[in-house]
T-cell receptor
């Protein structure tokens, strides 16, 4: 079964540095998402992406964050000037079309800010 | 806006016993409802979904859930717990739109005692 793949599985970064989290969605999916899960808390929506542009974003997704689909396969989340509170598990998800398709999640990237 | 409440952050059952994980939702329009499972250090795996039609939906690993509009509930059940069911379970809601993000509950950790 097709999978959403995320790299790296764990990223450790110094506070203030920039990080890029990478995702390869399922190939025929058209909707892409980033969610995050701070340790011990619920999964929170960050941003959705469709037709090469952001379609919706939460209040968490401020100017510190950006997303990009640089080619036909990758979907990236960039976090500039990281803060301690950015430490979390970041999940990428993708969804198809044709009726309602559930979102399929990757295994996540654990981001640790020191 | 949608919201999800999962009653009980931690549920413990004996192996072979009934599993019941509670989920109540709030939505101004007919919802789509999901249960995801998260095993330690892994991503979110779809257990089952309700979109339209039959209100009792069956998922993987012997789980099922029933959509009860009058009670705004979507409780997850399994007749007989197995040790491998120990995980975190998340209920999520969205609305019938191509790329509307999921709103998750806080999750319920299921422990299975031998």
């Amino acid at each position: 079964e097709p999978e959403v793949t995320q790299t790296p599985s764990h990223q450790v970064t110094q506070m203030g540095q920039e990080v890029i989290l990478r995702c390869v969605p399922i190939s025929n999916h058209l909707y892409f998402y980033w969610y995050r899960q701070i340790l011990g808390q619920k999964v929170e929506f960050l941003v959705s992406f469709y037709n090469n542009e952001i379609s919706e974003k939460s209040e968490i997704f401020d100017d510190q964050f950006s997303v990009e689909r640089p080619d036909g396969s990758n979907f990236t989340l960039k976090i500039r000037s990281t803060k301690l509170e950015d430490s979390a598990m970041y999940f990428c998800a993708s969804g198809g079309i044709g009726g309602f398709q559930p979102q399929h999640f990757g295994d996540g990237t654990r981001l640790s800010i020191l | 806006a949608q919201s999800v409440t999962q009653l009980g952050s931690h549920v413990s059952v004996s192996e072979g016993a009934l599993v019941l994980l509670r989920c109540n939702y709030s939505s101004s329009v007919p919802p789509y409802l999901f249960w995801y499972v998260q095993y330690p250090n892994q991503g979110l795996q779809l257990l089952l979904k309700y979109t339209t039609g039959a209100t009792l939906v069956k998922g993987i690993n012997g789980f099922e859930a029933e959509f009860k509009k009058s009670e705004t509930s979507f409780h997850l059940t399994k007749p007989s717990a197995h040790m491998s069911d120990a995980a975190e379970y998340f209920c999520a809601v969205t609305v019938p739109s191509g790329n509307t993000p999921l709103v998750f509950g806080k999750g319920t950790r299921l422990s299975v005692i031998a």
